[in-house]
């Protein structure tokens, strides 16, 4: 026989309505474990097992080895990464490393290109001298051979905050836009060769960014950004302050905090460009 309950359940006759909480009663009825009971109880009796001295000492460097572990394994999680690990002093790292490598094979490949105009005017021979002189002077437009000389110097830097890498600073770094604006002035002030970060810009140059880089000539440049033009250093600079460009250099200074300086020079070295090739020169008879 079974006895409804009003909730229309049935429970069998003679069974505890609390049955199905055995964990629950255990917990209630015996809450001393039957081990600690035991061990009570042997302790009493005088037959509980006794730890020498040897022994507590290994539990207690136990206990103590743990416990340092522990607290090492806390400080390791929290401990902040050191600032120079950031991504991007690393890729800044990277770059500085890349451009030492391409300043060396620059170097080297300055040095055939040499050979390769010395081995062309002993082509030519000394018999047209004018010959001689439209190539050289095709060589220097190109871009294709050293030069040097005096001009202006065209100096830009990224803000300060941004070179703390703060955050929000993006706009106040240089961009290619600005290289190529100052470059596009320098060349309508009469710049006869121009150079940025010792790369010299030829007809095939791009001014470009690839992420967070602006590349010359496929080269990762840094701040800061120096423009090196050859030319007349008073016409220049005359010129240049009539351009749009120094409007230019005036707007990312108020605005972007992007600082910026044109000054004459004395005498500046140029290297050649990296994409010229042999000038040919036709003979007329």
């Given amino acids: 026989m079974s006895t409804p309950r009003p909730g229309g359940s049935r429970i069998p006759v003679g069974r505890r309505p609390d049955a199905s909480m055995t964990l629950l009663n255990e917990v209630t009825e015996r809450p001393l474990d039957p081990g600690y009971a035991a061990a009570a109880q042997a302790r009493a009796a005088g037959t509980a097992p006794r730890y020498g001295p040897v022994s507590r000492a290994l539990v ?4 103590a ?3 340092l572990g522990g607290v090492w394994a806390a400080k390791a999680l929290r401990a ?3 600032s120079g ?3 991007r002093a690393v890729l800044i790292e990277q770059i500085r490393e890349r451009i ?3 300043e060396e094979l620059t170097a080297q490949n300055d040095g055939v290109r040499t050979e390769i105009n010395d081995l062309q005017i002993t082509a030519l021979g000394s018999g047209d001298a004018q010959v001689l002189d439209e190539s ?3 060589a220097v437009w190109a871009g ?3 030069v040097h000389g005096p001009g202006v110097v065209v100096t830009l830097e990224d803000s300060q905050r941004a070179q703390n890498n703060e955050p929000g600073t993006q706009e106040q770094r240089v961009q290619d836009f600005d290289l190529q604006v100052v470059v596009n002035g320098l060349w309508a002030s009469g710049a006869e060769a121009i150079a940025i970060n010792g790369h010299r810009l030829t007809a095939a140059t791009a001014i470009r960014t690839a992420g967070e880089a602006v590349l010359v000539d496929l080269q990762p440049l840094v701040t800061p950004y120096v423009v090196e033009a050859i030319g007349d250093p008073l016409q220049m600079r005359t010129s240049f302050a009539r351009t749009s460009a120094a409007t ?3 707007t990312l200074s108020s605005q972007f905090s992007i600082p910026s300086s044109v000054s004459p020079a004395d005498d500046l070295v140029l290297p050649a460009g990296t994409t010229s090739g042999l000038v040919n020169v036709t003979e007329s008879s």
């Fill in 144 to 146: 294709s051979t050293a």
């Fill in 136 to 138: 050289s002077d095709l």
């Fill in 80 to 82: 902040p990464l050191p």
């Fill in 248 to 250: 230019h250099l005036n």
């Fill in 85 to 87: 690990e950031s991504a």
């Fill in 100 to 102: 030492a490598t391409s």
């Fill in 60 to 63: 207690l460097l136990a206990a």
């Fill in 65 to 67: 080895a743990l416990g």
